[in-house]
């Protein structure tokens, strides 16, 4: 086990920024709130899978909803300890561990704040190693794991749990009660033991994501080789490099959906447009899929190396387009059904940037 402190929150909320592939809502709230914790309790204790017993308890927290609704309506913070409380008393069991669902936007940081306010370890492991809009897009739910049951709360102290007969019906109840309660709630879901996240969760995920915040800041502060090493340790690429000349954006069924376009620099003639729910997911240059889900779509600004949220996306905007490949462990079998293009509703065939299909 290790400690994290303030100073440890600089890279992990850069990595997180651009791991939630300009969704996820904007790690700097969430920062605030992990900043305050350790304040008030104290460093973070972070913790591997094999430092827990196989059958201590854990449970994921996170907010759900829409990434431009937490810009206006900022979470509290409370909301997330009362929906993981709601939970353990639903279980009957007290949570031994929270792990973040995702690596990336603000549920990497927010599961720090929660544990360490409850007196419990976070877990170094997720469910996706990027964001997804959607509850049930994580290898818990390829691994056979339940979301439920599942506890919503909100900052006024409405809570909700239940149970789904599957992670996708979930989704939709969470939703649905999410719309009602302002669409910035805190979800506390998928409790699992520790043998079942060692089978399902993706190890090592706070780690990768400082580390790709610091391979991101040398590239800030243009070192010699950065963007070589950054490539190099993520595998991804440079997609494209361009001007947006296009953005349609709007709140709908629960998401923040939309279209950004970007013109190229060397040839106006040459177009990316990407689709977003939430978060950026499918990019498409001159008709043809280049990006697609489960595989990352990552925008940075083009003179700072900055992540670019959805939230932010402006007319004008300078920007490079990144393709990162998804982990390891979204390659089991059924991966498309979950998080291939068809899941999202685009009728294309899935574009793997290392060429083949897993």
């Excluded at 100073?7 to 909320?13: G, I, N, R, V």
């Excluded at 204790?45 to 196989?54: H, I, N, R, S």
């Excluded at 190396?305 to 990162?324: D, K």
Aim: with cysteine; glycine share 10%; proline share 6%.
């Amino acid at each position: 086990m290790r400690q994290l402190g303030k100073p440890e929150l600089d890279e992990l909320t850069l990595g997180a920024t651009l791991l939630g592939n300009g969704g996820g809502g904007d790690p700097a709230l969430a920062r605030l709130i992990a900043e305050q914790a350790i304040d008030d309790y104290g460093p973070v204790t972070v913790a591997k899978l094999d430092e827990f017993p196989d059958d201590a308890q854990l449970v994921t927290v996170g907010v759900v909803g829409a990434s431009t609704a937490i810009v206006e309506k900022i979470p509290a913070g409370r909301e997330f300890i009362a929906a993981v409380r709601a939970l353990s008393s639903y279980l009957g069991r007290k949570v031994d561990g929270i792990m973040p669902v995702e690596a990336g936007g603000m549920n990497t940081l927010i599961p720090l704040a929660v544990a360490v306010e409850l007196g419990v370890p976070c877990v170094d492991a997720d469910g996706m190693r990027r964001t997804f809009p959607q509850i049930e897009m994580t290898t818990f739910t390829l691994g056979g794991i339940s979301a439920s049951p599942m506890s919503l709360a909100d900052e006024k102290g409405n809570k909700i749990t239940f149970e789904a007969i599957t992670n996708q019906v979930g989704e939709r109840l969470v939703r649905g009660s999410a719309m009602m309660l302002g669409l910035a709630n805190a979800l506390a879901s998928y409790p699992m033991t520790v043998a079942q996240a060692k089978a399902t969760a993706i190890p090592d995920s706070l780690e990768y994501c400082s580390t790709i915040g610091r391979l991101l800041r040398a590239i800030q502060r243009r070192e010699n080789g950065a963007w070589q090493e950054f490539l190099e340790f993520t595998g991804g690429r440079k997609v494209f490099e361009g001007k947006i000349i296009d953005l349609d954006r709007r709140t709908t069924t629960g998401f923040a959906r939309g279209t950004v376009t970007i013109e190229g620099f060397v040839d106006p003639t040459c177009t990316m447009r990407i689709e977003m729910q939430n978060e950026l997911l499918l990019a498409i240059e001159d008709g043809l899929p280049v990006v697609t889900p489960p595989d990352l779509i990552c925008m940075l600004d083009h003179d700072t190396a900055e992540p670019v949220t959805t939230e932010s996306l402006s007319y004008g905007e300078r920007v490079t387009v990144l393709g990162l490949p998804c982990a390891e462990q979204w390659n089991r079998e059924g991966f498309l059904d979950v998080v291939g293009p068809a899941a999202f509703g685009y009728y294309v065939d899935f574009a793997p940037l290392n060429g083949t299909i897993r």
